[in-house]
Structures are given as C-alpha cells and as structure tokens.
C-alpha cells in the first residue's frame, strides 16, 4: 500500500476536526447554488487550505465533475482525499468510486472498498448499498455474503426501494441467508410499493408462479403493467402476453401488438421473436412477411433462434425486393443501437 493511502486510512479513525468557517463556507454554498462558481471557489480554496472538509469535499467534486471549472481528476483525487481525511462520508464515497474506476488514481478495488465501508459506517445509504455489492462479489474484500446481507439490510430498512430489491434477491437466491422466497416476496413488495419497476416485475413473475405467494394472474398483470408503464422490457413482454392469451386481463389483441412492439424495440429478444410471429401469422396487426423476417433477424441477433425455422418457411414465399428490404431495415435498426 502507498504512503498516501496508509495516510488516509489511518487518518479516517480520528475524530472529524471542529471548525468554525462555517459562516464562510456558507457563503460559499450560496454563490454555487447560483451557479456562480467562480466565487463559491475564490470562498472555498482558502478554507480548504485551513482544513475546512466540506469546502474540500466541494471543490474536489467541482474538480471531479467540471463544475465551474475544467475538470481534472488527479486534482479531484487530491482534494477529496483531504475530505476523506477529515471524515467527510461524501468524499469518501466519491473517491472509493474513482478508485473503483480509475479515475484520477490507479485503480485500486482494495482501496475503494475500505473507503466505501468508512462511508457506510458513517451512514452514507449508497455506499451502504455498494459495499454491500462489494462483499456480495468480492471485489476489494473477500466474498462475504453475510456482510453483504448486513448492509443491504441496514439500508433497506430506511425504506430505500434499491437496497430492498437487491435484499430480496439475497433471499430469492439464498445468499447470506437461508432460501426463502416468502421473505424475498415481502422485500420486493416493499420496494415495488415505491414504484420500483425491477422490484414490480420480480413479485408480478412470483404472482405468477405462486413462488412466495399465492399465484394470481391478475395481481401478476397488474404489477407487470405497473412495470411495463415505466419502460421495464421484460414486463412489457409479460404483459403483452397476458393480454395475448386473456391471462388476468381481457384479452385484447391490439394491447399485446402495442406491448411487444414497445419491448421489441427496446432489444428484448423474445417479444422481437413473439412479434414476428403475429406478423407473420397475422394476428392482432395486419400480415407482413416483411416485418416478419426483420423481427426474427432482430429476435436471432439478439439470442432468441426459437423462430429460426419459421424465418426459414417465410423467406421461401417472400421476393427478392421484400428480401432485402427486410434485411436492410433490421441491418438499419441493428446500427442505430450500436450508435
């Protein structure tokens, strides 16, 4: 290890030092929430000479992101790192992502997760959240699922949607816990409660199967809509088969046109291979063996081949001309994402 890093780390067990500029820094503030950074700066350079952290927390984040002034990580790194010093959790935090990344320092995994886990202990909910993700995979610490557990709870039991939804995949998979999809059903609830999309899909898949609770397709359709409605491709195409088939919800075949068009375009590979099928059939939208072929291109492109011999069927009856245009609007479609 560095002698700077040796440094900061030794320094993050003091005590954070009084300081009484805060009139000052204040001042400081004010100017920079008026976007006018040049005077936050000229305020905040010579507290943070005196020690001041949170005028060095600022300016390293001004550094770091180019706020007011050219962006240079190096400089960043060197100023958070004197937040870092004094305890500022922030500057902690933003530094362990720099040398997560690389970013202004070498890249360092080991010295990112003990700046995390000073931030989490201190009570920072992201970097509670991180160096939990952390110790979920090792990276920078050896693999402790428990420890992982430990800080996804704390912070989901301040309510933040993210942390229950990944706690609830702690206890879907049985890491650092017992299995128990009853529990993992309740932490999703609660983060789907709040409107997280992932945490909707997850507990709609379980109403689903009757996995933690008891099976409803209507209950399943409506957390799959709840999803869907906030652009999550995965409950658009549940969705789009549930109005399909009439499963919770009537069924309506245009809605289920309109669902997997809306995850077809976003890449999911089976509503692409579901679509081309409802072209090529027919169903719920006029028939176009054009579309079709595109969509399987797409669906196969993307790792669904379940259409392949289909796509096969359909390019016999299909011209030349209809052929390539075909191929030309999924090679089309296929660069704009890569773009």
Request: proline share 2%; hydrophobic share 40%; with cysteine.
């Amino acid at each position: 290890m560095s002698r700077y890093l040796s440094l900061l780390f030794a320094a993050l067990l003091l005590p954070l030092a009084a300081c009484d500029s805060q009139p000052d820094f204040d001042k400081g503030m004010e100017a920079y929430k008026k976007g006018q950074y040049a005077t936050a700066v000229k305020v905040w350079v010579p507290l943070s000479e005196e020690g001041h952290v949170k005028a060095q927390y600022q300016l390293g984040l001004m550094l770091h992101k180019g706020i007011g002034i050219n962006r240079n990580d190096p400089e960043a790194a060197k100023m958070l790192g004197k937040a870092a010093q004094g305890g500022d959790a922030r500057a902690q935090y933003l530094l362990a992502t720099m040398f997560s990344a690389g970013h202004g320092v070498k890249r360092d995994a080991n010295a990112a997760a003990r700046l995390m886990e000073s931030a989490a202990k201190a009570g920072h909910g992201e970097a509670q959240i991180a160096i939990a993700g952390m110790y979920r995979d090792g990276i920078g610490v050896r693999r402790d699922t428990v420890a992982a557990v430990k800080w996804y709870q704390k912070r989901a039991e301040t309510g933040n949607a993210e942390a229950q939804h990944l706690l609830a995949g702690m206890h879907a998979e049985g890491l650092g816990v017992k299995w128990d999809y009853a529990n993992a059903a309740t932490w999703y609830r609660k983060a789907a409660e709040q409107g997280y999309a992932e945490s909707q899909y997850a507990l709609g898949l379980y109403a689903e199967k009757g996995q933690g609770v008891a099976k409803d397709p209507k209950q399943a359709a409506a957390l799959f809509l709840k999803a869907a409605e906030q652009g999550h491709a995965g409950a658009q195409h549940k969705i789009a088969g549930a109005y399909a088939a009439g499963n919770g919800v009537s069924q309506d075949a245009k809605a289920a046109i309109d669902w997997y068009r809306k995850a077809a375009e976003q890449g999911h590979a089976a509503a692409q291979a579901d679509l081309a099928r409802r072209y090529a059939a027919g169903n719920g939208v006029a028939k176009d063996d054009v579309q079709a072929f595109m969509w399987f291109i797409l669906a196969a492109t993307n790792g669904d081949k379940s259409g392949v011999r289909q796509q096969e069927e359909i390019k016999e009856r299909m011209s030349p001309q209809q052929l390539s245009k075909a191929q030309a609007e999924a090679w089309k479609r296929l660069n704009s994402k890569k773009k």
